[in-house]
T-cell receptor, first 115, second 115 residues
Framework: DAKTTQPPSMDCAEGRAANLPCNHS???????VYWYRQIHSQGPQYIIH???NNETNEMASLIITEDRKSSTLILPHATLRDTAVYYC????????????????FGKGTHLIIQP | KAGVTQTPRYLIKTRGQQVTLSCSPISGHRSVSWYQQTPGQGLQFLFE???????NKGNFPGRFSGRQFSNSRSEMNVSTLELGDSALYLC??????????????FGSGTQLSVL
């Protein structure tokens, strides 16, 4: 899996858009960019994923650069409940036939929403 | 539909003992992955089972093992427990076909404390 890098922490004011960057410069053509978040003491929760086009769902938007080397997760109107650790992961869309094909989580970004 | 269920939620063991953790995936999911989460190392992939076969394995010693049953339920076992095995153990289920919508659904985890 491609290694991803994220800032360790970010602050955002409640009601504002939270923009979380992720660098995945070694991503390969068959790897999707997935975002998960983990609220304290719970399992990670899926947010959104994409390959090369921008994506939007009820939770967030995902902007992937044209060269696919970086992406940004956008929470359009952050609330206090969005305080969590956000993980950006590159995950292949096919089984490669061996090895450690599990999700490789980095340390993620601890997003703190300020009231 | 019901989510991923992990039992027990909390567990206290002593060094040298063994422990078995259980995970019931979402109905219809054939892949179950296990992860270890500690404050220092973050989320680390242990192994993945798909259709009763271990398909992927992370970099953990042989004391960590698992299995999957015909109904996709999975167990993981840790033998000869060490203090460093204290962690939150998470399981995640998915369809496992690695298609373009390979979302993982995580359970709430089992918090293991080794004394």
């Amino acid at each position: 899996d491609a290694k991803t890098t994220q800032p360790p922490s970010m602050d955002c004011a409640e009601g504002r858009a939270a923009n979380l960057p992720c660098n995945h410069s070694t991503i390969s053509g068959n790897e999707y960019v997935y975002w998960y978040r983990q609220i304290h003491s719970q399992g990670p929760q899926y947010i959104i994923h994409g390959l090369k086009n921008n994506e939007t769902n009820e939770m967030a938007s995902l902007i992937i650069t044209e060269d696919r080397k970086s992406s940004t997760l956008i929470l359009p109107h952050a609330t206090l409940r969005d305080t969590a650790v956000y993980y950006c992961i590159a995950f292949p869309n096919m089984y490669s036939g061996g090895g450690a094909d599990g999700l490789t989580f980095g340390k993620g970004t601890h997003l703190i929403i300020q009231p | 539909k019901a989510g991923v269920t992990q039992t027990p939620r909390y567990l206290i063991k002593t060094r040298g003992q063994q422990v078995t953790l259980s995970c019931s995936p979402i109905s219809g999911h054939r892949s179950v992955s296990w992860y270890q989460q500690t404050p220092g190392q973050g989320l680390q992939f242990l192994f993945e089972y798909f259709s009763e076969t271990q398909r992927n394995k992370g970099n953990f010693p042989g004391r960590f093992s698992g299995r999957q049953f015909s109904n996709s339920r999975s167990e993981m076992n840790v033998s000869t427990l060490e203090l460093g095995d204290s962690a939150l153990y998470l399981c995640a289920s998915s369809f496992g076909d690695r298609g373009k919508n390979e979302k993982l659904f995580f359970g709430s985890g089992t918090q293991l404390s080794v004394l």
